[in-house]
Nanobody, 116 residues
Framework: VQLQASGGGSVQPGGSLRLSCATS????????IGWYRQVPEKQRELVAS?????????ADSVKGRFTISRGISLAKNTVYLQMNSLNAEDTAVYYC?????????WGQGTLVTVSS
């Protein structure tokens, strides 16, 4: 299983970014797929996830600002994280993961920096 994350970058507070995670399998066949984030000296934090039945889960700190979704049709192997109203506390390395055949699989991180 392969995952490729993209879409990180620098943005000013209040701005938006969209992260993408391309997998080698249809996201509709995975038990779950989502994003964690990590800042130095802190534990990795679950940001958002979507289960095989479409149930979504968000960290309290991002509810109402972030939206996770799965691509359809030709993009069915991709999951997106739309991040709006970004603030400095969202600065982190974001990691895409999938839950498949009883284990977690990780992509490389993508850095999101929110700064004025």
């Amino acid at each position: 299983v392969q995952l490729q994350a993209s879409g990180g970058g620098s943005v000013q507070p209040g701005g938006s970014l969209r992260l993408s995670c391309a997998t080698s399998r249809s996201t509709f066949s995975l038990d779950a797929i989502g994003w964690y984030r990590q800042v130095p000296e802190k534990q990795r934090e679950l940001v958002a996830s979507i289960s095989i039945d479409g149930t979504t889960n968000y960290a309290d700190s991002v509810k109402g600002r972030f939206t996770i979704s799965r691509g359809i049709s030709l993009a069915k192997n991709t999951v997106y994280l739309q991040m709006n109203s970004l603030n400095a506390e969202d600065t982190a390395v974001y990691y895409c993961y999938i839950d498949f055949v009883g284990r977690l699989w990780w992509g490389q991180g993508t850095l999101v920096t929110v700064s004025s």
